[in-house]
């Protein structure tokens, strides 16, 4: 079956863009600067991604707060509008069957959702909830960097005034979009959704601007995995718990009082107890970088996890990985190893994220 | 033209007397995209053609080099080790990865020359 193809594709060819087939979509994994480059002008600037390949679903039925929550542990009746959090869809066993944005939209629920998840994601809402709409004649851009809200302000006057995960409509060069201030990069940025037909004219205007380059899935997974970011599919899925991929913080005191989610009983008993094993960072010594899927070794050589992202981290200037490790080996600094064609590279689990959050400061107004 | 030969692998292959330079095609520093680092075996080593010599790590993954014809180690490009981008600025030339004593010249029969290599690779992309 042929990719599908997002109303970018032809510009990103345009551009130079290294096309690869990315759950089920063609999307640009680089462009001609590389993904060094990419990486490092979204840290220093602004960069401009198409992630219009993700799924964004309305809920706007009158019940969708309380049906809503009754399929994740986030607090979504707490969700004042114009606001926007982190959740998770959970099963029985407190596995994530996917993490999304959702945000209060006055109206409705407005959720982004992983590309790969879609279609599981929209039966599941739709078996439980009232009301879903997959918004699949919209666009989702990323400007991402610290220069972004100086973009994007010049094209979307009222943009700066939005605080760090807050949400609101503006008119972005003439056309009507729902911008939040939110990333997954770890530097302040926007997601910029607008109609489908209007999207090419929107990331013009963007990449117009001098600060602006555009930037690959490939820079977008070195800037996440440098803010410690999990990847749906790799660092977390439906065999593990919000609470062992240390996202605990988006479980609010009245929903680990009260559950009525799926999983619950798990997650309380985590939470309650720790969990037997963590998502840890890892920062390597050398300069041999270790993949999803090495074993994880402690300073006797004796297994104790698996690494389930590493690379190269371009701000750092080396390797880095996240992986799961057992709790008794989780704390920072503890030494470990990671098997890399049979030799264990030495490292030390560091504190996330490797790399500084950048977030807007302040409430906004 | 270029004395070079290539595998479908994506290596090249340069042969000065009896002495085989080795590296990867523009091609395949393009497909890699940033390379960090490079795993360079030691000298003394021997390789049969089309056994596993090296591997080039780039932001995305690990890739397997391929010896292109068979031969004993004699250098290992100590350039590349401390400066890994070598391999995508300057593929053919400085970023080499290693230097074989060739077994059997015959071997290089198998091998595709500039042309035939340059219609290879527009097949990949079509």
């Given amino acids: 079956m042929a990719p599908r193809t997002t109303p970018l594709h032809d510009l990103h060819v345009a551009l130079g863009a290294r096309m690869v087939d990315f759950a089920g979509w063609s999307m640009p994994v680089q462009f001609p600067p590389g993904i060094i480059a990419e990486h490092t002008h979204t840290r220093e600037k602004a960069s401009l991604f198409d992630v219009s390949h993700m799924g964004q679903v309305a809920l706007s039925g009158p019940s969708r707060v309380a049906q809503l929550e009754a399929l994740v542990p986030g607090d979504i009746s707490g969700l004042a509008p114009h606001r926007q959090r982190y959740t998770m869809l959970t099963n029985d066993a407190g596995g994530i069957i996917d993490d999304f944005m959702v945000a209060n939209a006055d109206d409705y629920l407005f959720l982004v959702v992983n590309a790969a998840r879609r279609d599981v994601d929209l039966a599941r809402l739709m078996a439980h909830v009232d009301g879903v709409t997959e918004l699949a004649d919209r666009a989702l851009l990323a400007l991402q960097g610290p220069l972004a809200a100086t973009v994007l302000g010049r094209l979307a006057p009222g943009v700066g005034s939005l605080a760090f995960m807050g949400v609101g409509v503006f008119d972005v060069a003439g056309v009507t979009a729902v911008v939040s201030r939110s990333g997954y990069t770890g530097e302040d940025g926007f997601e910029i959704s607008v109609p489908a037909e209007a999207a090419v004219e929107v990331a013009r205007r963007l990449l117009a601007e001098p600060e602006v380059a555009p930037a690959g899935l490939g820079a977008r997974d070195t800037l996440r995995l440098e803010a410690g970011l999990c990847l749906w599919g790799h660092d977390i899925d439906e065999t593990t718990t919000p609470v062992e991929a240390g996202l605990g913080w988006t479980i609010s005191k009245r929903r680990r009082e009260a559950g009525g989610y799926p999983g619950a009983s798990v997650i309380a008993r985590q939470l309650a107890e720790k969990p037997k094993r963590s998502l840890v960072g890892i920062r390597l010594d050398g300069r041999v970088p270790a993949r999803e899927l090495a074993q994880i070794t402690d300073a006797s050589g004796a297994p104790i996890g698996t690494v389930t992202s590493g690379g190269y981290g371009p701000s750092i200037g080396g390797p880095i990985a996240l992986g799961y490790v057992d709790a008794s080996h989780a704390a920072p600094d503890t030494a470990v190893g990671l098997a890399v064609r049979g030799v264990a590279q030495p490292g030390r689990i560091v504190k996330l994220p490797f790399v500084p959050h950048r977030y807007a400061k302040g409430q906004g107004s | ?126």
Avoid at chain 2, 16 to 24: E, L, N, Q
Avoid at chain 2, 33 to 58: I, N, R, W
Avoid at chain 2, 73 to 83: K, R, S
Wanted: net charge negative; with cysteine; hydrophobic share 45%.
């Fill in chain 2, 1 to 126: 033209m270029s004395d070079l030969r290539y595998t479908k692998d994506h290596e090249w292959v340069r042969l000065d007397g009896d002495v085989a330079v080795v590296g990867i095609s523009d091609y395949a520093q393009k497909q890699l995209g940033d390379v960090v680092y490079v795993e360079l075996p030691a000298v003394g080593k021997s390789f049969a053609q089309g056994a596993e010599a090296c591997t080039v790590e780039s932001v995305k993954a690990a890739s397997d080099v391929f010896a292109p014809v068979s031969g004993d180690v004699i250098e290992a490009n100590a350039a590349v080790n401390d400066d890994p981008s070598l391999v995508n600025t300057d593929p053919l030339g400085k970023g080499w990865f290693i230097k074989l004593r060739v077994k059997d010249r015959g071997e290089l029969a198998k091998l595709m020359d500039e042309a035939a290599y340059a219609k290879y690779v527009e097949g990949l992309d079509a």
